[in-house]
């Protein structure tokens, strides 16, 4: 129970979500085949799920990273940003500077002072 009430709160903190036990199930196992090293897998079990959260956005954005996608990466780190935006600052940096668009990754270095 309270393994579900953390993930609810990763998931959307600023509002009350309902996840269906099962996407609940696949979120956590999406975050430890990502753990693992094992993004291919972590994106399998993500695309499964329904409800996309910004915890969900966040860590399909992390198997993007990881497989070096950064367009794909960026767009999901966007959509998560409301939501995690200390976390997602660094890693957008970081993507736009591998996509060579140097004024966001500026935007975003100056975000994380």
Same mark, same amino acid.
């Given at each position: 129970?309270?393994?579900?009430? /953390?993930?609810?709160?990763?998931?959307?903190?600023?509002?009350?979500?309902? /996840?269906?036990?099962?996407?609940? *199930?696949?979120?956590?196992? *999406?975050?430890?085949?990502?753990?693992?090293?094992?993004?291919?897998?972590?994106?399998?079990?993500?695309?499964?799920?329904?409800?996309?959260?910004?915890?969900?956005?966040?860590?399909?954005?992390?198997?993007?990273?990881?497989?070096?996608? +950064?367009?794909?990466? *960026?767009?999901?780190?966007?959509?998560?940003?409301?939501?995690?935006?200390?976390?997602?600052?660094?890693?957008?940096?970081?993507?736009?500077?591998? /996509?060579?668009?140097?004024?966001?990754? +500026?935007? +975003? *270095?100056?975000?994380?002072?």
């Amino acid at each position: 129970m309270r393994l579900r009430l /953390l993930l609810l709160a990763q998931a959307e903190p600023e509002t009350e979500i309902q /996840l269906h036990n099962d996407d609940i *199930a696949l979120l956590i196992r *999406a975050k430890t085949a990502l753990a693992a090293g094992n993004p291919a897998r972590s994106a399998q079990l993500l695309d499964a799920v329904e409800e996309r959260t910004y915890h969900w956005h966040y860590l399909r954005g992390e198997t993007y990273f990881l497989e070096r996608n +950064y367009a794909c990466a *960026a767009d999901c780190y966007q959509q998560a940003e409301p939501a995690y935006p200390k976390e997602t600052a660094p890693k957008l940096e970081h993507c736009y500077r591998e /996509l060579n668009d140097y004024k966001h990754a +500026y935007e +975003y *270095a100056c975000k994380q002072k």
